[in-house]
Every structure is written in structure tokens, then in C-alpha cells.
């Protein structure tokens, strides 16, 4: 069976481990969105969550919350498995210049 690598950003790790630290913060992250998912069928529907060394998406974490959250940087920080996966069709819309569109639409 194969798994899927996915980096994710210290700001969003954060978010993502708050509720299983026990720390009171307004928001915590419950889902993850792709723009693709492996088609592969021997994909055990596995995600193994990298956490990135992104400086920028790391200050937005409290000051008070950095310190533990440096050892994440860099390193595998745990998995999930994929119970639900929501496909969305699209409509093409523009923007600006026109050099950039945006496509959505919900099923």
C-alpha cells in the first residue's frame, strides 16, 4: 500500500495540533484542502504530514506556542487517513487583467 507525503506550513501544523494540546485558541483546523489527490489504487488513502520551514507562516505562531513548535520544523509530525473525499466541478470567472481565473463551483 502507499501513502501520500503532504508538507503543510508551521502556522497551519499549529492550528492542527492546538486542539490535541489542549490550547485555548480562537480557531483550529479540522480539514485539509488539495487541489489534487493521488488516483493510484494502491493509495492506502494515507497522508503523512510534513511540516514545512516556512519563517514567514512560523511568526504567525504565538510567541508563546514557538518554542515547542520549532521542533516540528522540518520533520514528520504524524498522519491521517482520508475518510472523505469532496470533488468540485468548476466554472470559469476573471479577475482583474484577465490574466488570472478563478474556477468554482459546488456540485
Not at 69 to 76: A, Y
Not at 84 to 104: H, K, Q, T
Request: glycine fraction near 4%.
Amino acid at each position: 500500500m502507499k501513502s501520500v507525503l503532504i508538507s503543510i506550513q508551521p502556522y497551519w501544523v499549529f492550528l492542527i495540533i492546538a486542539k490535541i494540546m489542549g490550547w485555548e485558541i480562537e480557531q483550529h483546523k479540522t480539514i485539509e484542502v488539495r487541489k489534487n489527490y493521488p488516483k493510484d489504487e494502491s493509495w492506502d488513502k494515507t497522508a503523512i504530514i510534513y511540516c514545512s520551514k516556512d519563517k514567514n507562516s512560523f511568526n504567525r505562531i504565538p510567541k508563546e506556542h514557538q518554542p515547542l513548535m520549532r521542533k516540528f520544523l522540518g520533520k514528520v509530525i504524524g498522519e491521517f487517513v482520508c475518510d472523505r473525499i469532496n470533488e468540485y466541478l468548476c466554472e470559469e470567472y476573471e479577475w482583474g487583467d484577465g490574466d488570472v481565473s478563478l474556477e468554482y463551483r459546488i456540485p
